[in-house]
């Protein structure tokens, strides 16, 4: 089958990188699914999983956010954080998602930002739902 270069790459260096036959990830516009000749794109990302199909396996890697450029023989995402579902610490991932609620809990005492509670909270529930996926 043909397979299509994948890269995850964040500041600290790339997470990702492989041959797969097909990407699937969540773009600001939807859901979109990636093959080997897939027209050239770029698009902002959402945070979420990246799923990558290889061989009748799937692994998943955590985004935070970013953007996707897609070409016809290789995929490049540049995030400002990603992880590997089994590179993911759950322990540390649960205590930031306590965090972040708490945060929203007592943001009109404490005048906590809102949005970046809420984006704080909605990555630590992205690595958790990766990580479930080892």
Sequence with gaps: MKTIKVSVVTPDGPVFDDDVEMVSTKAKTGELGILPGHIPMVAPLEIGAVRLKKDNKTEYVAVSGGFLEVRPEQVTILAQAAEKSEDIDVERALRAKERAEQRLRDQKAEHYDFRRAESAL?????????????
């Design 122 to 134: 909605r990555r630590a529930i992205n690595r958790l739902s990766v990580a479930e996926r080892r």
